[in-house]
C-alpha cells in the first residue's frame, strides 16, 4: 500500500479553524476510488468525517450536518487531500486520519473504517476553551 502523509494538525480555541493535508497522489490520479478522513478521540473507535470518491468528486461527510463546518476538497493538481475545518470545538479535539479504499467504500461502508485499507499515521487536533 501506498503510504498517506497527512499534516496539519495543532491545537486551537474554541472557534478557531484549522486545515489538514494529506499526500495522496497515487489515489487521487486513480481512475477510482475513495479517499478522505477519519478522527479517533481517546477511548472512542475511529469513525469517518468526510470522503470523496475519486471518480466523480462526490463527497460525503459523517454526521451529515458536518458539512456545515468541515470541508473535503483535493488541489487542482491532484496531489494533496485538504479538510478544511471550522468553527471546532472541543468534540472536534482526536487523531484525525487520511485513509483511501476503494470507491465503492464510499457508499457502502464509510463511516465505517471498514475496507480502507491504505492510512497515514495521523495528525493531532486538540481544540480548548
Known amino acids: 500500500q501506498v503510504q498517506l502523509v497527512e499534516s496539519g494538525g495543532g491545537s486551537v480555541q474554541t472557534g478557531g479553524s484549522l486545515r489538514l493535508s494529506c499526500g495522496a497522489s497515487?489515489?487521487?490520479?486513480?481512475?477510482?476510488?475513495?479517499v478522505g478522513w477519519f478522527r479517533q478521540a481517546p477511548g472512542k473507535e475511529r469513525e469517518g468525517v468526510a470522503v470523496?470518491?475519486?471518480?466523480?468528486?462526490?463527497?460525503?461527510y459523517y454526521p451529515i450536518d458536518l458539512r456545515d463546518r468541515f470541508t473535503i476538497s483535493q488541489d487542482s493538481a491532484k496531489s494533496t487531500l485538504y479538510l478544511q475545518m471550522n468553527s471546532l470545538n472541543a468534540d472536534d479535539t482526536a487523531m484525525y486520519y487520511c485513509?483511501?479504499?476503494?470507491?465503492?467504500?464510499?457508499?457502502?461502508?464509510?463511516?465505517?473504517?471498514?475496507?480502507?485499507?491504505?492510512w497515514g499515521q495521523g495528525t493531532q487536533v486538540t481544540v480548548s476553551s
Open positions: 485513509a483511501a479504499g476503494p470507491q465503492m467504500s464510499c457508499y457502502t461502508d464509510f463511516p465505517s473504517t471498514t475496507n480502507f485499507g491504505a
Open positions: 497515487e489515489y487521487l490520479r486513480s481512475d477510482s476510488g475513495c
Open positions: 470523496m470518491a475519486v471518480s466523480d468528486g462526490r463527497t460525503y
